[in-house]
């Protein structure tokens, strides 16, 4: 079992800033990846940013220059530091892990609850 707990998010006037949290909990031997995806209403769910076991990201077009991925490896949490924020970043944003599971070895992937991040004035 692996739980993954986001926290941050909430309403935020246009050109502001908010953090999202994410931390991985449970049976996981090895984290690959870590990172956040969202989905606006009516929308496919899309890459916001990634980040790999090696501190390589990836960040979609929509949000290069305004967001910053980062994590605590000790605490297997991954932040999502988001600024200038626009009405088109209304969403829900999931937290996504690539992981390898102990004693199988098996590389597996979850998703998050998801939180709502809502830009408006």
């Known amino acids: 079992q692996v739980q993954l707990v986001e926290s941050g998010g909430g309403l935020v006037q246009p050109g502001g800033s908010l953090r999202l949290s994410c931390a991985a909990s449970?049976?996981?031997?090895?984290?690959?990846?870590m990172g956040w995806y969202r989905q606006a209403p009516g929308m496919q769910r899309e890459l916001v940013a990634t980040i790999g076991n090696g501190g390589d990201t990836k960040y979609g077009d929509a949000v290069k220059g305004r967001f910053s991925i980062s994590k605590d490896n000790a605490k297997n949490t991954v932040y999502l530091q988001m600024n200038s924020l626009k009405p088109e970043d209304t969403a829900v944003y999931y937290c996504?892990?690539?992981?390898?599971?102990?004693?199988?070895?098996?590389?597996?992937?979850?998703w998050g609850q998801g939180t709502q991040v809502t830009v408006s004035s």
């Open positions: 449970g049976s996981i031997f090895k984290i690959n990846e």
């Open positions: 996504a892990l690539n992981a390898i599971a102990p004693m199988t070895y098996n590389t597996f992937g979850s």
